[in-house]
Antibody, heavy 119, light 106 residues
Framework: EVQLLESGGGLVQPGGSLRLSCAASGFTFNNYCVSWVRQAPGKGLEWVSAVSGGGDNTYYADSVKGRFTIFRDNSKNTLYLQMNSLRADDTAVYYC????????????WGQGTLVTVSS | EIVLTQSPATLSLSPGERATLSCRTSQSVSSSLAWYQQKPGQAPRLLMYDASNRATGIPARFSGSGSGTDFTLTISSLEPEDSAVYYCQQRISWWTFGQGTKVEIK
């Protein structure tokens, strides 16, 4: 059974940093592109960032480019999101998600971790 | 960036009725269009991929159609548990989601 388990969320002040983790199990982690998708309170889904299976290629939404860094440790089956210079509008539930196959949509999602940026 | 526009914003129907949800893309995505269902407090669940393929375990009352820029998700006979927000997503050029359609069961 595929499992994705996020951690690392919490309350942080504007301008602060936070690192999210997503522990994966039940599939060959390094074979899949994985992403972070967020959802602000009461709002829709917003794709944030993605990384290829080998970790060589990374992609970012314009809203986080230059502030967030996605990376993975395939030896630990774990995905990360380093978030710097956090703003109030980064407040959201952050989900990690695995693609069904290369270029396909997400067939598995974690339960999400809440990040709140507030003073 | 490819923009996805969903309509209507809210759909209110009775059990057993047919629901028709629309997703329009700002440029062609061929058939690279997916649909998700999200219930309150839960992560999204993949319903359809490649416009018309049901994901594993999805009931046959859900169907998808379309190609290019116009897509439809149909729920043939609504069940109470279908109350949720439905999102479309394109995957031909990076990743973008529509803003969602809320389906309410009367």
């Amino acid at each position: 059974e595929v499992q994705l388990l996020e951690s690392g969320g919490g309350l942080v002040q504007p301008g602060g940093s936070l690192r999210l983790s997503c522990a994966a199990s039940g599939f060959t982690f390094n074979n899949y592109c994985v992403s972070w998708v967020r959802q602000a309170p009461g709002k829709g889904l917003e794709w944030v960032s993605a990384v290829s299976g080998g970790g060589d290629n990374t992609y970012y939404a314009d809203s986080v480019k230059g502030r967030f860094t996605i990376f993975r440790d395939n030896s630990k089956n774990t995905l990360y999101l380093q978030m710097n210079s956090l703003r109030a509008d980064d407040t959201a539930v952050y989900y990690c998600a695995k693609e069904l196959a290369d270029g396909k949509p997400y067939d598995n999602w974690g339960q999400g971790t809440l990040v709140t940026v507030s003073s | 960036e490819i923009v996805l526009t969903q309509s209507p914003a809210t759909l209110s129907l009775s059990p057993g009725e047919r629901a028709t949800l629309s997703c329009r893309t700002s440029q062609s995505v061929s058939s690279s269009l997916a649909w998700y269902q999200q219930k309150p407090g839960q992560a999204p669940r993949l319903l359809m991929y490649d416009a018309s393929n049901r994901a594993t375990g999805i009931p046959a009352r859900f169907s998808g159609s379309g190609s290019g820029t116009d897509f439809t998700l149909t729920i043939s006979s609504l069940e109470p548990e279908d109350s949720a927000v439905y999102y479309c997503q394109q995957r031909i050029s990076w990743w973008t989601f529509g803003q969602g359609t809320k389906v309410e069961i009367k």
